[in-house]
């Protein structure tokens, strides 16, 4: 196979929102020359989001309005036999069409933009990452560069090897959506926190506009294992029947299926190296509780643009100059996303009368509790409210205590 090399400032590995929201940001404040290498043959065929989101994501990024699917003043949870509408504005977005918005407003300002092109690993010389190498129909291909990002999501390509992050010790969990036409009678966003529809996870059903909604299933795999029953069927069983069960939607065609994966730690993971950054999944930037992965990934790809273009500027990649970035995340993100972690711990390892207690619990809180949910800063005492404890939890506490270091 022949060997095609290209040179840049920068190459970011992986063109979903966290990479090309870095590669946004940089050539959006900078000269500096910066290709994205996407693996699938198109940015929208990246499709393994619902799209769900909130005001950070859609007017701290200006995503425009042709993204948005729908937006809505209310979430709803449920328990197996419990319901509170909470006061939370969001959004569902098109998350094929935010892909092309983020790639084409990079490519704008001088990205360039390399689909088809899956990397495999890094080039490390004397100790600092300077390309990557990877393949592009059929043949191999090198991109050499002073700063590399990592931006492959929960497969961290580039992390994995590095030894930056150890996703086997992470936990995992699947969830798949459809996105289908027919009739939905909420405006809410819902999520279910039920057993008999989403063994040790949520279900969800999210409004799209113009006859068009999300219904979806995930689950955390250690607690799936624990609630599912003995002769359980595969997770589209459990989306087909959740599509199915309520007299408030009625399904008539599913137009798109989208799946993936969460590997998912407290976040506090390594997130530099000399020569490299790391943003997005591929150092389990999710949130521990509900999941979401657009927000924190494009908010750790704004630290570290910010932090990169400094480096470039001084000459200076090291591990020493860009850990400002991981300080910095550690600092806004740490000990919440510990919090958050151990909340989903207890969460989805909850029996139904808890679920239940739970939603209620949810319902009682406050509008600055409300907003600090929806911000993930959920404080000590906030989960505490919300939280409905029974003696036989205290089993729990060596598995919850490992959390906070």
């Avoid at 931006?151 to 995992?172: C, F, I, K, S, V």
């Avoid at 069983?237 to 993936?260: I, K, L, N, Q, T």
């Avoid at 494009?298 to 470039?312: F, I, K, P």
Wanted: charged share 25%; aromatic share 10%.
């Amino acid at each position: 196979m022949s060997v095609e090399m290209e040179s840049y400032d920068i190459v970011v590995a992986g063109g979903g929102p966290a990479g090309l929201q870095f590669a946004r940001s940089v050539v959006g404040r900078s000269d500096y020359s910066v290709a994205v290498l996407e693996a699938n043959d198109e940015l929208a065929d990246n499709d393994k989001s619902t799209g769900g989101t909130f005001h950070q994501v859609v007017e701290g990024f200006g995503v425009p309005d042709e993204v948005v699917m729908s937006e809505s003043a209310t979430v709803q949870f449920e328990g197996p036999s419990a319901r509170v509408t909470l006061d939370i504005p969001n959004y569902v977005l098109d998350f094929p069409a935010l892909l092309e918005f983020l790639g084409a407003d990079a490519a704008a300002d001088g990205a360039d933009i390399h689909t088809g092109v899956r990397v495999r690993e890094p080039i490390v010389e004397g100790g600092t990452v300077v390309g990557v190498r990877g393949t592009r129909d059929g043949e191999s291909v090198t991109y050499r560069a002073d700063l590399v990002v990592d931006a492959t999501g929960p497969a961290g390509t580039l992390t994995t090897r590095l030894h930056m992050w150890d996703r086997e010790a992470a936990q995992r969990g699947i969830g798949k959506e459809y996105e289908v036409t027919g009739r939905y009678d909420l405006s809410s966003m819902l999520f279910r926190f039920d057993h008999e529809y989403a063994p040790g996870g949520y279900a969800w059903v999210f409004p799209g506009g113009d006859d068009v909604f999300k219904v979806g299933v995930c689950w955390i795999d250690d607690f799936y294992a624990r609630h599912s029953p003995p002769d359980d069927g595969a997770i589209d069983d459990y989306v087909e029947r959740w599509a199915r069960s309520d007299p408030r939607w009625e399904v008539d065609d599913v137009r798109a299926v989208h799946a993936g994966q969460a590997i998912s730690d407290n976040s506090i993971n390594r997130r530099a190296t000399d020569g490299l950054v790391a943003v997005g999944d591929s150092v389990s930037s999710i949130n521990p509780l509900f999941g979401e992965g657009i927000r924190s990934g494009m908010e750790s790809a704004e630290m570290a643009a910010e932090v990169a273009t400094r480096a470039l500027t001084a000459g200076d990649v090291s591990r020493s100059f860009l850990s400002a970035y991981e300080r910095r995340w550690n600092r806004e993100k740490g000990s919440n996303w510990k919090r958050q972690r151990i909340a989903g711990e207890l969460l989805y390892d909850f029996d139904a009368a808890q679920q239940n207690r739970f939603v209620a619990n949810s319902g009682r809180l406050s509008d600055a509790q409300l907003d600090r949910l929806q911000r993930y800063e959920l404080t000590l005492p906030d989960l505490l409210s919300l939280y409905p404890f029974r003696l036989d939890d205290v089993r729990k506490a060596p598995t919850l205590l490992r959390h906070l270091w």
